[in-house]
């Protein structure tokens, strides 16, 4: 008899870092593909850009720290960085934008906190909110969506978008329709009133305000395939669609000329980007249940007080950096009692 | 401490115990104003002068002003220096005066000026205290001239622009783009942007003193070994 004894647990599962980051990369398809179907092939260059930046940025860094190369490369965390910078910054957005909020989230916002594991701040959120400080204008013009940027309802050519990113030597001009996002219109409507704003902006039009449902829907999609995959739990992601939903609602309902619709909200932005690729970061979002729940709401809270009396149009960047700051704190205050012990004061 | 002598006085002021970059102090001033190399060595002249002035009075009375009240005094002494400071740049440097704004009054509260009169100051005779007040004052310029010509240059691509506002007609065209069509980094002119050039230029600090060390100690280790060589007479392998 040669019994083998094997300890428990029993029941082993695969799943290093690198799978669910793959599981996450998986999860973005469905946006990406509704954002290349609407907006043209600009985030789907912009993704590959930032990719390959990020995986660049990323080999140098663990060069210079003596790393080891393979190890660390393959748990694709810089890959998911890129992808989701790819798919924030605008569609157009030149080449030197991406490199610039790319390199510095992973060699700055993670690698000199200490790399994966050990970053206080999402690194794509830090390298987002750093363009969106410096470069302003480049940030704020979305190209507009293929039923209105021709009439024809065509996207710009592949070609033609390569040459706007990286224009190196393509003399010819390229008209693209740059437009507001629909926060964005809605935030600066002066003293229009909601119903004025929606009938006189072209972005809030059914056709071009049916894009960004889209993409959002693609979002909430792959958010949904993630939750089913058990790679995060559904209370932060909830916490803060339910917090943004009900407040947003109770002010609406409340003052529907001067607020934002929960509608607008919920799919006009980036906040189902948010919600399940952002928030849902393991390092820098609370861990504990009741903590998740509160991180995801204060983010939702603190999404639509930036929005409606902030300066910037969307605010997931900021509103997830704040919180970032605070999910250790967090923690500490919502760790469950152990059945025995009393609460640490 | 009051047996320093004026070699390693000059070293940690410039380097070693460097205000901004070890101590840590005045930041505020330091972060707000490096805007540009001009603001930079505006401050860093102004601040320079309050410690040597400060330190020099607070030498003076040491022995007559009684700890307790000590603060006071110091305060006193570095808030009537301030403002002869202030006057002089508002008559002879206008355009730099309103551009360099509160940070001229607030050097009152650079703790880098009281921390100096505190702990050296208090405790050493003039000349020293001078020679001290002198290096620290340099050693915070330096910084912050670094740390102002790095951000300009990345913030908006120019080194050396509007230098006569302090300098006078002689410095106008000393204006360098190195940069041209730069469409300008915002964010490194920004308060975030003066953070980080701040932490990695201690990073570089850091970096140097190790690489002194290092030198320093393969130089004894292989002193070491020689001496013994010299010394031993039967087997030598």
Not at chain 1, 145 to 172: M, Q
Not at chain 1, 235 to 254: D, E, G, R, V
Request: charged content about 10%; glycine content about 8%; some cysteine.
């Amino acid at each position: 008899m040669n019994l083998l004894s094997v300890s428990s647990p029993h029941l082993t599962r695969t799943g290093g870092t690198g799978d669910v980051m793959l599981l996450v990369i998986l999860a973005t398809l469905p946006g990406l593909t509704a954002l290349t179907y609407f907006f043209g092939w600009g985030n789907l260059i912009n993704v590959v850009w930032a990719t390959t930046i990020a995986v660049a940025s990323e080999a140098l860094i663990l060069k210079l720290r003596g790393r080891s190369l393979g190890f660390y490369l393959r748990d694709y965390s810089a890959v998911v960085t890129g992808v989701l910078l790819g798919l924030a910054l605008p569609p157009f957005a030149p080449w030197w934008l991406t490199l610039v909020a790319v390199s510095f989230a992973i060699i700055i916002a993670k690698h000199l906190y200490g790399g994966l594991g050990n970053n206080l701040f999402n690194p794509a959120m830090i390298g987002y909110a750093l363009v969106l400080i410096a470069f302003p204008v480049e940030m704020t013009s979305w190209i507009a969506p293929r039923s209105l940027a021709s009439a024809t309802g065509e996207i710009a050519p592949f070609v033609d978008t390569l040459n706007v990113i990286f224009p190196f030597h393509s003399t010819t001009t390229f008209d693209a329709m740059t437009m507001a996002t629909p926060l964005d219109a809605f935030k600066h409507k002066g003293d229009l009133t909601a119903e004025q704003v929606w009938a006189a902006e072209a972005v809030l039009s059914a056709k071009s305000w049916m894009a960004w449902q889209f993409v959002s829907l693609g979002y909430l999609i792959g958010g949904a395939y993630l939750l089913y995959r058990k790679v995060f739990t559904w209370h932060a992601p909830i916490s803060m669609l339910l917090t943004l939903a009900l407040i947003s609602a109770a002010f609406w309902l409340y003052a529907p000329n001067s607020f934002a619709s929960p509608q607008l909200h919920l799919l006009g932005g980036a906040t189902m980007l948010a919600a399940f690729f952002i928030i849902t970061d393991p390092v820098t979002s609370a861990t504990s249940v009741k903590g998740k729940l509160i991180y995801g709401g204060l983010i939702g809270l603190l999404i639509f007080m930036i929005r409606t009396w902030g300066n910037y149009p969307d605010a997931v960047a900021f509103s997830v950096l704040l919180m970032n700051f605070a999910a250790p704190f967090i923690d500490i205050y919502s760790q469950p009692r152990t059945y025995g012990h009393k609460i640490h004061k | 401490m009051a047996s320093k002598g004026y070699q390693e006085i000059i070293n940690d002021g410039l380097w070693h115990n460097n205000p901004a970059l070890v101590q840590l102090l005045g930041l505020c001033p330091l972060l707000a104003v490096t805007g540009t190399v001009v603001n930079g060595l505006g401050l860093g002249a102004a601040t320079t002068l309050v410690l040597v002035g400060s330190n020099l009075a607070v030498s003076m009375i040491r022995n007559y002003v009684p700890d307790t009240v000590r603060l006071p005094a110091f305060v006193m002494i570095i808030a009537s220096l301030v403002t002869c400071v202030e006057l002089l740049s508002q008559a002879f440097t206008y355009d730099l005066y309103l551009s360099l704004g509160i940070f001229i009054p607030l050097i009152v509260t650079n703790c880098a000026i009281l921390g100096r009169a505190e702990a050296f100051a208090r405790n050493n005779s003039i000349i020293p205290s001078i020679l001290d007040g002198l290096t620290m004052g340099i050693g915070f310029t330096a910084v912050l001239l670094v740390l102002g010509g790095m951000r300009e240059v990345i913030g908006q691509g120019t080194l050396f622009s509007d230098m006569n506002l302090l300098l006078g007609p002689v410095a106008e065209h000393w204006k360098i783009t190195l940069i041209e069509d730069y469409k300008g980094f915002l964010f490194a002119i920004l308060p975030p942007g003066a953070f980080i050039g701040m932490g990695f230029l201690i990073a570089l600090k850091s970096l140097i003193d190790g690489k002194i060390k290092e030198r320093h100690d393969a130089q004894k280790a292989s002193l070491g070994v020689t001496s013994r060589r010299v010394r031993v007479t039967g087997e030598i392998k």
